[in-house]
């Protein structure tokens, strides 16, 4: 059975606090994928990873940073948090190849004070 | 740059009606569109996905279909249910070099009992 975790359901931070949320997926895919889902604006993609230790910015990659060290794993680094990064968190993964399913995970509720 | 726009944001239908959900993509290059349902608290599911060398295809009461000439493709759902209430998104591939999907801002579905 496919499954993608994440760290957190719900997160509560304070402004400039540092944060982390983490992402395990046990398909072996290489494409990792972090969005930010808003009211009215969809699923916004912030950074992916196509292999270890590799990166591309999506759309909204300001205020935020990834690490990919190992395969499964794909982790979401607010360096400073700020009020407008409260929101939903989005992980998902998929295969090589551009034409598959994106399998996402749970979603953590992130509320920055 | 690359986008999707998906219409109409909210969409309200008598049970047993059909839905129809539009997108427009911008990039020519796309060869996979994918749909995907996401429940109230839950995880954006597949229900449907179409890739560009095929112009329709059906599945039970969902039907996707694909106008490449003029880059946009639907979501048909006939018959609505309750159950089917829900948000719905459309997606887009983008394939340069790495694999990264684009998505529209969601519809909102309402089936009225």
């Known amino acids: 059975d496919v499954k993608v975790t994440q760290s957190s359901r719900y997160l509560v931070k304070r402004t400039g606090e540092k944060v982390f949320l983490e992402c395990v997926q046990d398909?072996?895919?290489?494409?990792m994928f972090w969005y930010r889902q808003d009211p009215g604006l969809g699923l916004r993609l912030i950074y992916f990873?196509?292999?270890?230790?590799?990166?591309e910015k999506g759309d909204i990659p300001e205020g935020y940073s990834v690490s990919r060290e190992k395969k499964e794993r794909f982790s979401l680094i607010l360096e400073s948090a700020s009020t407008n990064q409260t929101s939903m968190y989005l992980c998902?993964?998929?295969?090589?190849?551009?034409?598959?399913?994106?399998?996402f995970g749970p979603g953590t509720r992130l509320t920055v004070t | 740059g690359e986008n999707v726009e998906q219409h109409p944001s909210t969409l309200s239908v008598q049970e047993g009606d059909s839905a129809v959900i539009k997108c427009t993509y911008s990039?020519?290059?796309?060869?996979?569109f994918p749909w995907y349902k996401q429940e109230l608290g839950k995880r954006p599911q597949l229900i449907i996905d179409?890739?560009?060398?095929?112009g329709e295809k059906k599945d039970q009461r969902i039907a996707v279909t694909l106008n490449k000439t003029a880059k946009h493709f639907s979501l048909h759902i006939t018959e609505t249910q309750p159950e089917d209430s829900a948000v719905y998104f459309c997606?887009?591939?983008?394939?340069?070099?790495?694999?990264?999907?684009?998505f529209g801002t969601g519809t909102r579905l309402k089936v009225l009992a």
């Open positions: 990873s196509y292999d270890v230790k590799m990166k």
């Open positions: 179409i890739r560009s060398n095929v």
């Open positions: 398909m072996d895919h290489e494409n």
């Open positions: 998902a993964s998929t295969p090589n190849g551009g034409r598959y399913e994106q399998y």
């Open positions: 997606a887009a591939s983008i394939t340069s070099g790495t694999y990264k999907y684009i």
């Open positions: 990039d020519s290059a796309s060869n996979y």
